[in-house]
């Protein structure tokens, strides 16, 4: 089955540091992956998403992920953390059918709160 | 731009109560979601419909069911409401089914069952 594995509840940076949140996957078939970001007291916000395209993927607000298969991550990154980013990001994997391929539902982690210090 | 509309925002129930949460879109989507969002789980699917009049179950439909109205709202019914359904509930849509598609989220529904 499929699963998304985040490492780290909680991670704190200080203002201008690199934000690192990681993610790691398990699937049988080629994964469609996301990362989603949520603010306090709204919903979730799609930052970027993988679909074999490219395996660097750029999202909004400086973010980016790195696909590497060999590792099953896809881990979050951005170069300068900013007060702003002070938020829960979740990572997700396209759920398998079960006929093989992927579903247009999403299993998600179970997310990492971002701290940023000033 | 409303986007996704939930109601209500917050809402406590005693067990047994029933409830239903509202959701409506007005992105003209084929598709929508109700998940629930309990500390250190994620969001775990509840049920979906990806389309206007089919729904199928997700991961945590027990004590639930759902309607899906017509295109732009999605309903999701408590039926006797449990301390286990305490959570905050987060509506969805996309605009089709597909393992490519980015969801919208509504700003959620935090429910109390006492």
């Known amino acids: 089955a499929q699963s998304v594995t985040q490492l780290g509840s909680h991670v704190s940076v200080s203002e201008g540091a690199l934000v690192l949140l990681r993610c790691n996957y398990s699937?049988?078939?080629?994964?469609?992956l996301f990362w989603y970001v949520q603010y306090p007291n709204q919903g979730l916000q799609l930052l970027l998403k993988?679909?074999?395209?490219?395996?660097l993927v750029k999202g909004i607000n400086d973010f980016e992920a790195e696909f590497k298969k060999s590792e099953t991550s896809f881990h979050l990154t951005k170069p300068s953390a900013h007060m702003s980013d002070a938020a829960e990001y979740f990572c997700?994997?396209?759920?398998?059918?079960?006929?093989?391929?992927?579903?247009?539902?999403?299993?998600f982690g179970k997310g990492t709160k971002l701290s940023v210090k000033p | 731009n409303a986007g996704v509309t939930q109601t209500p925002k917050f809402q406590v129930l005693k067990t047994g109560q029933s409830m239903t949460l509202q959701c409506a879109q007005d992105m003209n989507h084929n598709s929508m979601y109700w998940y629930r969002q309990d500390p250190g789980m994620g969001l775990r699917l509840i049920y979906y419909s990806a389309s206007e009049g089919t729904t199928d179950k997700g991961e945590v439909p027990n004590g639930y069911n759902v309607s899906r109205l017509n295109k732009r709202e999605f309903s999701l019914r408590l039926e006797s409401a449990a301390p286990s359904q305490t959570s905050v509930y987060f509506c969805a849509s996309s605009l089709r089914w597909g393992v490519n598609e980015k969801l919208f989220f509504g700003s959620g529904t935090q429910l109390s069952v006492l």
């Open positions: 699937s049988s078939v080629p994964p469609y």
């Open positions: 997700a994997v396209s759920k398998q059918s079960n006929y093989g391929g992927s579903q247009g539902n999403l299993i």
């Open positions: 993988y679909t074999s395209a490219a395996t």
